[in-house]
Structure formats: C-alpha cells, structure tokens
C-alpha cells in the first residue's frame, strides 16, 4: 500500500500560510524541504539535532498525541528561542495519518546555534 497523504498547514512568521499534502513517514523537515517552501533558515542541520531551526508550535492536543520528546531533542529545545509548551523539533516528528489538517506555527524568532557559537568564538 503507498503511503497515506496528510493534508498539513503551516502558518509562516509573517502569517502567510503554506497548505501542503505531507506523506505519512516523512519527517516535517522533509516535508518543508520536499515542498520548497519559503521558511527562511528552516532545517540548518538537516536534521541532525545541532541548530533548533526547525522549532515548530503544534496545537495543544496534538501535541499531546505525538508523545515522549526524547533527551537529544530537549537539550535542543531548550536553545530554541520563543519556546512554547507545545513546541517540537520538526527534523523530530514524523507525518501521521491523524495529523490530516493539523495547522502547525513557525515560532517568530529563530536561532541558528551554530551561528551563536560561532559569534562567541570571535568575540
Ligand atoms: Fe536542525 Fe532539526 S533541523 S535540529
């Protein structure tokens, strides 16, 4: 059986919204990078838990359904700036058929780590 489409809706910093058919199993970063869509700095890491450019804010409930965070992720979280309760490492979770319509945010403000680190390197 081919994978099942997810109908998934991103709201970008500035408000524009992005509605995209996901495949159930790709991770949201494959699915922002698949689909080309304009968020910018998205996935600096691709994906290797090192930059926290991925943070997405899910909705309460779906939050909740998507389950354990493992340590990796959390210590990434943590750097994320604008951390909410309901906040996910997109590189992290993975498409699933009851996320159909699901609408997940951009947080407003992103940081590359290894940008920070690197400012701190040179001063
Ligand atoms: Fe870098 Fe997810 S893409 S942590």
Redesign the pocket.
């Known amino acids: 059986t081919s994978p099942e489409k997810v109908l998934l809706h991103f709201i970008n910093r500035n408000g524009e919204k992005f509605s995209v058919t996901a495949k159930e199993g790709q991770s949201l970063?494959e699915v922002v990078v698949n689909q080309n869509l304009s968020i910018d700095g998205f996935?600096?890491?691709?994906?290797?838990?090192?930059?926290?450019?991925?943070h997405l804010i899910f909705e309460e409930e779906a939050f909740r359904k998507l389950g354990a965070v493992s340590d990796e992720e959390l210590d990434?979280l943590d750097l994320a700036f604008g951390l909410t309760d309901t906040s996910r490492?997109?590189?992290?979770v993975h498409v699933k058929k009851w996320m159909d319509g699901l609408t997940l945010h951009v947080p407003r403000e992103v940081s590359d780590i290894r940008k920070e680190l690197e400012v701190e390197k040179q001063s």
Request: glycine content about 16%; hydrophobic content about 35%; some cysteine.
């Open positions: 970063l996935g600096a890491c691709e994906g290797t838990l090192a930059c926290s450019t991925c990434m490492l997109g590189c992290q």
